[in-house]
């Protein structure tokens, strides 16, 4: 079997150089200057064990299909369409992303897809350059069949994702872990406005509290971070690897990068949706979606919102 791992950022590097290190066959798929040092130098993978120079092929769009090539989607959930352009729609997809919408979204033009639930605290450095933060394994995968069930190929993804410096574990519920991690990425807007002012976890409980009413009225079940932490084990995410400091998560490094777009409407935008699909208010995931796109689009840092800024929108929104 070949792996494509389609964006190999953060997320799709680690899972690219962790199966290349457990002897699969690997293809990563990147563009511009990433790609141009994946191809020049290979992808050099640092982790709190060790750095590791890998010589992994790479491309900068489809190539050539082989029957067995399965396609890993890492791209963050805005770049799902545009990234699967060109490769043909009789390969199995695998969504290595955050939020429940990519599955849906790949399930019109590809009929095998996949959910896979990831908690992998990863950093794209530099063009050619993944840190992951994981100790003493960088993370813990979910898989199944979407929407729901485990078959061959899930239980076969799980293996070998398992085989080296990762944990893989099938589930035959992947949107209900899907849907826990979710809540816990509603934070990922708050971190990417404020940093880590003191005081934020107040936002990101309320923002949490909206979506767990809306979910359960929706009768829409999730994972629990209880049970998600009885399967990470000794897991812990360490923050410093020799000087290099991991400053927040997936959304606060799109700021970081100045990347001109976020994840929001697919975190925070995802409960707004559903509330707006049930007659729900959602003011504080509202609030949150809009002020990381305005912040993405304007190119301005991570952290530089005033967290009394952010909570007297949040006040103005739900007095409104
Ligand atoms: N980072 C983390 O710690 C974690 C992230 N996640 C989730 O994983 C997913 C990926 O996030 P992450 O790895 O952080 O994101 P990154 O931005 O680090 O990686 C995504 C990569 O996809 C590339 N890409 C986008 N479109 C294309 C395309 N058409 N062709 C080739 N490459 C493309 C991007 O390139 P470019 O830079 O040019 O846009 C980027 O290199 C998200 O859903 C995120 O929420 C989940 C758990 C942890
Ligand atoms: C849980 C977390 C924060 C990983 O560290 C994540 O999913 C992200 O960065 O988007």
Redesign the pocket.
Known sequence: MRYIV????????TIGARLHQGGHDVLL????A??EALKRDGLRLITPESTETLDIPAA??PVPAREDDVLIL????Q?TV??L?GWPSDLPVAC????VA?ERMVLRRFDRVYGIC???????LEPGV?AA?GHPYS?LLHVGRYPQGVDDLAERIAGDLGKHGLVGLTQTDVMRWKHG?LLS?LG?AVEALVGHAPGREKVVEAARAEARALLDRAGITYSTPEEEASLRGNQVDVRHIEGIVRGG???W??LA?G?GSI?AD??NGEIVLLGRLHGVPTPVNEVLRREANTFAQEKRPPGSMPLETLQALIDGRCAA
């Open positions: 389609i964006g190999a950022g953060a997320v799709g590097g798929v990147a563009r511009g990433h790609y900068d769009g890492a791209t963050k959930s770049d545009s990234a352009a290595a992303q955050n939020g990519n990831v908690w992998l605290p990863a950093q794209h993944v933060y993370g991690k990425n990922n998560g997936s959304s490094q799109s990068r990347s994840e697919y975190l």
